[in-house]
């Protein structure tokens, strides 16, 4: 396969690269693991991977090609995300600390959460279309690369987002105290809202 897959092994590091490295997605992974357990970031490291991968698969079958046809839709999902993203880093920054546990559902991103936040942010929908553009070829065999391609960068994400929500996890033994809870929330809130807004301010 890799005969005829020359630049697989170098997406595979890119894919590495992309999910490892800070991120809304992240974030909000460590912050949830860190506030509800372990548990509470699986539906959205699992809702973020699928939705990465299936938009990697849609824009390899030219999904992504109206992106660069239509800037104002792009645009429109630019502050769309923002948008979201913003309210999510409220949500956090404001949590009141006696209500945070381990059954406090409804503060919860979630699957769906997470998954649509991969729909309407253009910066994964640029990440799909570089992806495709760069490793998927324009042979006979593109759309069987595009294939591997979104099933590789399903199953990188998963360990990578995994690590965050282990990060998290462990965090939460210093979180004993109010205090100490309100702090770590309005700092992952503000990182969140840092990350969101970077790319728009740059």
Same mark, same amino acid.
């Given at each position: 396969?890799?005969?005829?897959?020359?630049?697989?092994?170098?997406?595979?590091?890119?894919?590495?690269?992309?999910?490892?490295?800070?991120?809304?997605?992240?974030?909000?992974?460590?912050?949830?693991? #860190?506030?509800?357990?372990? +548990? =509470?970031? %699986?539906?959205? $490291?699992?809702?973020?991977?699928?939705?990465?991968? !299936?938009? &990697? *698969?849609?824009?390899?079958?030219?999904?992504?090609?109206?992106?660069?046809?239509?800037?104002?839709?792009?645009?429109?999902?630019?502050?769309?995300?923002?948008?979201?993203?913003?309210?999510? #880093?409220?949500?956090?920054? +404001? =949590?009141? %600390?006696?209500? $945070?546990?381990?059954?406090?559902?409804?503060?919860? !991103?979630? &699957? *769906?959460?997470?998954?649509?936040?991969?729909?309407?942010?253009?910066?994964?929908?640029?990440?799909?279309?570089?992806?495709?553009?760069?490793?998927?070829?324009?042979?006979?065999?593109?759309? #069987?690369?595009?294939?591997?391609?979104?099933?590789?960068?399903?199953?990188?994400?998963?360990?990578?987002?995994?690590?965050?929500?282990? *990060?998290?996890?462990?965090?939460?033994?210093?979180?004993?105290?109010?205090?100490?809870?309100?702090?770590?929330?309005?700092?992952?809130?503000?990182?969140?809202?840092?990350?969101?807004?970077?790319?728009?301010?740059?």
């Amino acid at each position: 396969m890799l005969s005829s897959f020359p630049t697989f092994l170098p997406f595979l590091l890119f894919a590495f690269v992309a999910a490892i490295t800070p991120g809304p997605t992240n974030i909000l992974v460590l912050s949830n693991s #860190a506030r509800f357990g372990l +548990s =509470a970031a %699986v539906p959205i $490291i699992l809702g973020a991977c699928v939705s990465a991968a !299936l938009l &990697v *698969l849609l824009v390899g079958a030219g999904a992504g090609a109206s992106l660069v046809r239509w800037p104002l839709l792009q645009t429109l999902m630019q502050w769309a995300g923002e948008a979201w993203l913003s309210y999510l #880093a409220w949500q956090i920054f +404001s =949590a009141p %600390v006696t209500a $945070i546990n381990a059954q406090d559902t409804e503060s919860r !991103l979630g &699957v *769906l959460g997470a998954a649509g936040l991969q729909w309407i942010n253009p910066k994964t929908w640029m990440m799909a279309l570089a992806v495709v553009s760069v490793f998927a070829g324009a042979g006979e065999d593109r759309m #069987a690369h595009v294939l591997y391609l979104s099933a590789a960068f399903f199953l990188i994400s998963l360990p990578c987002l995994g690590v965050w929500a282990l *990060l998290g996890a462990g965090s939460s033994r210093w979180l004993r105290s109010p205090r100490a809870v309100q702090r770590f929330n309005r700092c992952m809130a503000l990182l969140l809202l840092g990350s969101a807004w970077l790319s728009v301010l740059a």
